[in-house]
Each structure stands twice: as structure tokens, then as C-alpha cells.
């Protein structure tokens, strides 16, 4: 496993996470999450190409991509995510692989094993710290080479002030995050595009929506934010 800060406080989280589909807050029925994005940008992306789920936490959404290509890798930077992903969703044309998207080095093996990769990206960037995602953006450049395109989707700025909002009368999946030194992290308005952009990545379309959680309130209300999507390629 990779020996950093961001890298230890995510194993602690996905060893101390009980087992289980949806126990992670963004841990949502497919439906709601890759199978909802689809539209977006599957008929982008070159069929020729693998698709990697990068931060592919549980599985559950990478063997929903295993439904509808042909070759899918699970990268995360948490053994721990990766064991439960195997025994959870072991798609036959699925392969889980430790990476850490800060790694230049890990990245480029990878690259240099696998070829150029289409890429699905989902709340990944806003939990690295602030210094470290130029070099993530970067490093999703070089995962996808020359032919391949990132659907990447991350927390809109609202996001922060949805989160202090809810009600904690209970318990909340917020809680795990924090307890493991993890803590939804504000990207700033623009901020998605300005890290994409100057990694060398061109927006061929991007929007905001509202993206589910696995948390529900006391009446039953399931807890939605503002999120953003965006489809990269390679600058010309």
C-alpha cells in the first residue's frame, strides 16, 4: 500500500467500514451513479480502449462499467477497498489494482503496462490536499495517453454548505469520514476546470446536477448535494 498521509487515513477507512453495498456515503445503487452518468459519456469514449474506474472504492459502481465494456480496471489507493471489491463484485473482466493517483512513478508503470486508458473519475480530487491535485490532474493526463477521455465528476462549491446543514440528530456517514482524518474538502467555484485545463486536458462538455448519497435523514429524505460533471480529452 502506499505510504502517505491521504493513503493511510483511507486504508483505516475501509478497514474500520463495515461489509456491505452502500455502508460509504457516496457508495449509491449504481442507478443513481454510473448507470446515471452513462449517457454522458459512453458514446465518447473509444470502444477499443479499457475503462478504469479510478477511486473505485467498493466496486460497486466498476462492475456496473463491466456491464457495458468489455475491459474495466479498479484503481484505488486502499488495500483494504480493494479485498472488499474483490469478494463484493468480482466481475470476471474486471481487475483491481492498488494505485496511488498522487504517484508519478506508479502512474507511469501503469501507462506503460496497460496503454492508454479511458477513464471514469467520481469524488476523487476534492479529497486529495490542495497542493496534491495539480499533480492528480496531471497524472490522470498521462493514465489516458493520446486516445483516451475522462468523465470525471466531482462536489460542486455548494456541496460544503449541504453537508453542514444536515441535521445531526443520528449518527451520519459524515462521521466515518472524519473519525479516519477525512474531510469533504471544498473545491472552489471553476476550480475543476482550471485543474483539468492546465493538466492539459480540453473540456469537450461539462454541467451541474444533483448527485445522491447512501444518507438518509430521520424522515427518510435521502441526502442529495450539487455536484459537477465533466468530459475531458487530450489537448490538441
Not at 486508458?117 to 491535485?133: A, F, K
Not at 440528530?169 to 474538502?185: F, I, M
Not at 448535494?225 to 475531458?232: F, G, H, N
Amino acid at each position: 500500500m502506499p505510504d502517505n498521509d491521504n493513503a493511510l487515513a483511507w486504508e483505516k477507512y475501509w478497514r474500520e467500514l463495515p461489509a456491505g453495498d452502500g455502508e460509504a456515503l457516496w457508495d449509491v445503487d449504481p442507478r443513481h451513479g454510473v448507470l446515471h452518468h452513462l449517457p454522458w459519456f459512453a458514446e465518447h469514449f473509444d470502444p477499443e480502449l479499457p475503462v478504469a474506474d479510478v477511486g473505485c472504492g467498493s466496486g460497486r459502481q466498476t462492475e456496473a462499467l463491466a456491464e457495458h465494456f468489455r475491459r474495466v480496471y479498479g484503481f484505488e489507493v486502499s488495500e483494504a477497498a480493494l479485498a472488499a471489491a474483490r469478494r463484493a463484485h468480482p466481475a470476471s473482466n474486471v481487475d483491481y489494482r492498488v494505485l496511488d493517483l498522487c504517484d508519478p512513478a506508479a502512474v507511469a508503470a501503469c501507462h506503460a503496462e496497460l496503454g492508454d486508458l479511458n477513464l471514469y473519475v467520481r469524488t476523487v480530487l476534492h479529497q486529495l490536499p490542495v497542493e496534491q491535485r495539480p499533480a492528480a490532474a496531471g497524472n490522470l493526463t498521462a493514465l489516458l495517453g493520446e486516445r483516451g477521455l475522462a468523465f470525471v465528476v466531482e462536489l460542486a462549491p455548494g456541496a460544503a454548505d449541504v453537508f453542514a446543514s444536515w441535521p445531526r440528530e443520528q449518527r451520519s456517514k459524515l462521521d466515518d469520514l472524519h473519525e479516519a482524518g477525512l474531510v469533504p474538502a471544498r473545491l472552489e467555484d471553476g476550480e475543476l476546470e482550471r485543474l483539468l485545463t492546465a493538466a492539459g486536458l480540453e473540456i469537450v462538455q461539462s454541467a451541474e446536477f444533483r448527485g445522491h448519497s447512501t444518507e438518509t435523514g430521520s424522515d427518510g429524505a435521502v441526502l442529495e448535494v450539487p455536484m459537477r460533471r465533466v468530459l475531458v480529452r487530450p489537448a490538441s
